[in-house]
């Protein structure tokens, strides 16, 4: 009595497709059909029975490059020698390869756990769109994390970019040595930042094991953040020496952040320095970190095969592409009331929401900053390509509106379907922000 109908198979194979619960499965049956005693054993052995259809004799493997071969994606793999284990695999998607082309330069990268029942780490790859959306560019299952894994994954990463398209100048991560000197090797011009959130995190808790005294670690945490978001060298020296005194009494704790992060890395985390950057002001790894939580949401559990694995990456794929895609229309088609000012006529509906909201900021404080850029500081042309409140100032002097060419090409792409060469400004019509 509790068999399933053909009319039940069909129904139970078509919410399979689109990863419907078995509890929720069961529930849809029973309310169709009041008399239906079917149990949700039933149910899991239907859904068992419709995997095993649509793979047919093939091993999970030869089933996964077939999906991937059926989705227009673009995969790699490497063997163990005098093996057909595979070591490490590499995947993307037709659509993440034009947003990379589109959206070069600002990549971030991090590794992720518990996503496949073969324990491997999948390290993932975003980048950030113009209308600050997070896409993801590739995927790669990889045995270890050791620097043969990360330079065999970014030289496939390599290879997604068109000839014309000039590779990341800013690449963020954490403090993966493994990872970082891969990126010296496959991206030597790229600058390699590190998360601010992390590093902090990481000297609040060694402040914590070392001192004792809760109003001492206040301080000194209050000084360690100036340290951290101080915007020029001379600034820099000043608070570290500053910082080295109150730390008099706990030397260990200032070995610790100088040998540590300090000496070695203020360059990629310090403002100081990441303000001479064009970093579209991405200076942590939380995008891609959320994109691993977006992910764990598709994948349900974390004993899925590549097969399942690929499955909820390829459902998250289609949702972000068409978030991306509605991103660019709004843009396009919608008007902010602040925006009616004929300063910013020239940049409405071809420049990102993003970007012109950026520009609304930098311009309430014109009055306060003037065209004095030693009191600017030029941090938003120099950080994200658009005009800081001194440029903004000298506009507004002359009475004429905000020039296009002087927002980078980065916040005036809003359609997937953009020809590349016509994307490809020259170095003039770019922002100077050396």
Known sequence: MGRLTEEDKKHVDELKKYHVAPRHILSYLRDRDTENVTSIYQIYKRRSTYRKNLMGPRTDMQ?????????KYTCW???????NVVRDMFWTHTD???????FPLVLIMDSTY??????????????????WLTFNVAFAYMDSERQDNFWWALEKLKELFFSNTPFPQVIVTDRELALMNAIKVVFPSSTNLLCQLHINKNVGAKCKQY??????????????????????EKEYKELLQIFEQACVDNIIFFDYVRDTWLNPHKERFVEAWTNRVLHLGNTTT??????????????????????????????????????????????KGRKEHIHNNPFFEKLTWVVSKKALGDIVEEYKIVSYVGNDKDVCCCILRKTRGLPCACDLARYKMK?????LDVVHIHWR?????????????TNDSELDIT
Not at 413 to 425: A, F, P, R
């Open 96 to 102: 993440s390869i034009t947003l990379l082309n589109m």
């Open 114 to 131: 518990k996503t496949n029942k073969y324990r491997l780490p999948l390290f993932e790859i975003v980048g950030v769109t113009s209308t």
């Open 413 to 425: 792409k809003l359609t997937l379907n953009s020809d590349q060469e016509d994307e490809q400004l």
């Open 286 to 331: 939380n995008r891609v970190e959320s994109a691993h939580w977006s992910l764990k949401r598709f994948l349900e559990h974390s004993k899925r095969d590549f097969c399942k694995a690929w499955n909820g990456m390829n459902d998250m794929l289609k949702f972000q592409i068409i978030k991306i895609k509605g991103s660019f229309e709004i843009s």
């Open 399 to 403: 009475g004429v509106p905000i020039p």
């Open 63 to 71: 089933h996964l490059l077939k999906l991937l071969e059926a989705e």
């Open 77 to 83: 793999s490497r063997t163990h020698e005098d093996s």
């Open 211 to 232: 001192i004792l005294k809760k109003d001492m670690q206040e301080l000194i945490l209050e000084l360690w953040r100036k340290i951290v978001y101080c915007s020029e």
